[in-house]
């Protein structure tokens, strides 16, 4: 090879590699960028990612009919238009999973806040139909039974609203509804059997990997050995479903994940927000005798459990940025006993400011009930700036119009500053941090503007960079509206 051919060769080899090195800019389209985990971040200097418990409020629902129990669980709430709908495990006595005694039951509210439950009349309970039970006498089926709605666009009307259910021993069997309240097998045999299922194990449509997605119970070891773990599964008609695979979690350390809740945020189908039970067994609180005398029985008094928080993204990883608790037990005995404190799947808007997901509360006890948890919109974490103050600089972001809205909170000394930047770190005429109209307070959608300027029209299919600096603030997500 001649000389001039070599230094071609390497010339071609050297841009090559320099293509490959610099990834394309992300296309977030005009989806709400929620600060959960570092997915869009490229750096970030006096700034942290910081979780935010929310808060707890009133009880919605006590599980006190004698067809529901201190046993009620494996929760599910969905927002259908105007109604809020609940779908929760009746369990009066505890025993084998997937007896007879399990039925399923059905609550629905008009704010997420006050919940009644209907007499139905489509079950008997003890010789009356005057119940909620919208699911009996199909044991293992009430065991978990986990509802969703089917945003696939070709989804017919009448299985707008479907479920899986079911034990090791059944396989999942899937379900349909068109109202909700009444429900039918899609088939007799079930429509997956790779996995244990000794949980409850959630589905739905992704908008985002185009096909239906099902999350549930493996363990790492095999059979019941190691860890409860998350295994996924895909699916293009709800009926063939592909091999499954655990989904790995980082260089995290491994816990027992009871539920995993697993669902796209409502502000972001993208974004998966998996609420998730952290189980620790064998981590006594309360001992045997005290939790007899608050009315529990004593073998689920010896394990603690919590709440966490993951996200996902269409992969077969979690992202455990955050590994504190999100939802702790609490004061008091009551929830530092087993298999209590475990969240219902989905986190709903309950306003334009706030969003609600509920957690189960007292659990193997006679005042066993659902507890409402409140959060600001988009408010699971945030980039988070002490007073010193800091930045952070966001992954070169497709920009394709609209006007950038920032959700935000500073206190009355801080301050927000947006710069837009080129690829290379240069700052975008006219759009400069000395440019940007200080922003402070505390609102869900912000527009961020440069003297006055918020158009940013001429940047149309450009890629831009956000550089974000910050004082005293928390920054929860950002969009191009």
Not at 388 to 414: C, H, Q, R, W
Request: charged share 25%; glycine share 10%.
């Amino acid at each position: 090879m001649s000389r001039v051919a070599s230094i071609f060769l390497s010339t071609l080899v050297f841009f090559s590699y320099g293509a490959v090195a610099q990834s394309p800019p992300m296309d977030i389209g005009n989806r709400v960028e929620l600060f959960v985990d570092h997915h869009f971040i490229e750096s970030m200097e006096g700034v942290e990612l910081r979780l935010h418990e929310p808060r707890g409020m009133e009880a919605v629902v006590e599980f006190d009919k004698p067809w529901e129990g201190r046993y009620s669980g494996y929760t599910t709430v969905l927002k259908d238009g105007d109604v809020y709908r609940m779908y929760y495990r009746g369990l009066p006595t505890a025993g084998r999973d997937g007896s007879n005694t399990e039925t399923t039951c059905y609550a629905e509210s008009s704010d997420g806040i006050h919940w009644t439950k209907p007499e139905l009349g489509l079950f008997e309970w003890e010789g009356s139909s005057a119940n909620n039970i919208v699911l009996a006498d199909h044991a293992p089926l009430s065991h978990n039974f986990s509802p969703f709605f089917d945003t696939n666009p070709e989804c017919p009307p009448e299985e707008r609203l479907k479920a899986v259910a079911g034990t090791e021993k059944s396989g999942l069997v899937a379900f349909v509804s068109g109202d909700g309240v009444r429900w039918k097998k899609i088939q007799e045999e079930p429509v997956f059997t790779e996995g244990v299922f000794d949980s409850q194990n959630v589905a739905f449509w992704s908008e985002l990997e185009q096909r239906y997605v099902c999350f549930f119970r493996v363990w790492s070891g095999g059979g019941y050995k190691g860890y409860r773990s998350v295994a996924k599964t895909t699916s293009k008609d709800f009926i063939h479903w592909s091999k499954p695979a655990e989904m790995t979690y980082g260089d995290s350390p491994r816990e027992h994940l009871y539920t995993n809740q697993t669902h796209p945020y409502f502000r972001n189908p993208h974004l998966y927000i998996a609420v998730a039970a952290r189980f620790m067994p064998g981590r006594r609180v309360v001992s045997a005798e005290a939790f007899e005398k608050i009315g529990g029985e004593a073998k689920y008094s010896g394990d603690s459990s919590d709440t966490v928080l993951m996200t996902a993204r269409g992969t077969g990883a979690y992202d455990r940025t955050f590994m504190e608790g999100f939802v702790r037990p609490g004061l008091g005995m009551n929830n530092w006993t087993s298999r209590t404190n475990y969240p219902a799947l989905g986190v709903v808007p309950i306003n334009d400011n706030a969003m609600s997901f509920y957690v189960n509360r007292n659990y193997g006890q006679k005042s066993a009930y659902l507890q409402r948890m409140e959060s600001r919109v988009d408010g699971f974490g945030s980039v988070h700036a002490s007073y010193e103050g800091g930045e952070m600089i966001t992954k070169p972001l497709l920009y394709k119009g609209g006007d950038l809205v920032i959700n935000f909170a500073t206190s009355a000394a801080g301050s927000i500053w947006v710069e837009l930047q080129h690829r290379d770190g240069t700052p975008i005429n006219g759009f400069g941090i000395d440019e940007c109209d200080e922003i402070l307070g505390d609102q869900i959608e912000r527009t961020v503007t440069w003297k006055g300027n918020s158009d940013l029209s001429g940047m149309t299919g450009r890629p831009v960079q956000l550089r974000i600096r910050m004082k005293d603030a928390d920054l929860y997500s950002v969009r191009f509206k």
